[in-house]
C-alpha cells in the first residue's frame, strides 16, 4: 500500500529546518512522496500563481532535482552520476499553469525510519525547493 506525504496542504508537523517555505514571486511549489515496498516516487510541481507568465531559465538540460537525507546525511541524489547538456533553455509558465517533475528511487536493503525528501527546480534565479518528511517502515 502506498502512503504519501507533502501534498499541500502540508502534511501535520513542520518542513525540516532549512526548507524555504516560498518560491519566487508568483511560483508555488509543492512536493509529494509515495512510498511503495519496494520504491518511493517523488513529484515536485510549480504553479504560476501570478497573472503574468514566468520564465524559468535552465542553465543545463537538467531541470529538478530531488535528494532523500537520513538526518544530515545524503542517501540518494537523482542528479548524482548524471549528464545533462549544457545548454541554456528557456521554459514559460501561463498565469495558473502547473509543470510538474518525477522520479523514482529505490532505497538500499535495510534502510528504514524517517527521511527528508528535498526537491528543488534548477532554474537560475529562483528559489524553487521543497522539503517534507517521510517515512520507511
Request: net charge neutral.
Amino acid at each position: 500500500m502506498a502512503s504519501l506525504a507533502g501534498c499541500d496542504p502540508p502534511a501535520p508537523g513542520p518542513e525540516p529546518a532549512g526548507a524555504p517555505a516560498a518560491s519566487a514571486p508568483g511560483l508555488a511549489t509543492s512536493i509529494q512522496v509515495k512510498t511503495f515496498p519496494d520504491s518511493v516516487s517523488f513529484v515536485l510541481s510549480a504553479t504560476n500563481t501570478g497573472a503574468e507568465p514566468v520564465a524559468l531559465t535552465f542553465p543545463s538540460g537538467q531541470s529538478f532535482d530531488f535528494t532523500v537525507l537520513q538526518g544530515e546525511r545524503e542517501v540518494w541524489s537523482w542528479a548524482r552520476g548524471r549528464m545533462f547538456t549544457q545548454a541554456v533553455r528557456s521554459e514559460m509558465l501561463a498565469p495558473g499553469e502547473t509543470r510538474s517533475w518525477e522520479a523514482s528511487w529505490r532505497p538500499e536493503p535495510g534502510l528504514r525510519g524517517r527521511l527528508t525528501a528535498r526537491g528543488r527546480l534548477t532554474a537560475l534565479g529562483v528559489s524553487a525547493e521543497r522539503s517534507t518528511y517521510f517515512d520507511l517502515p
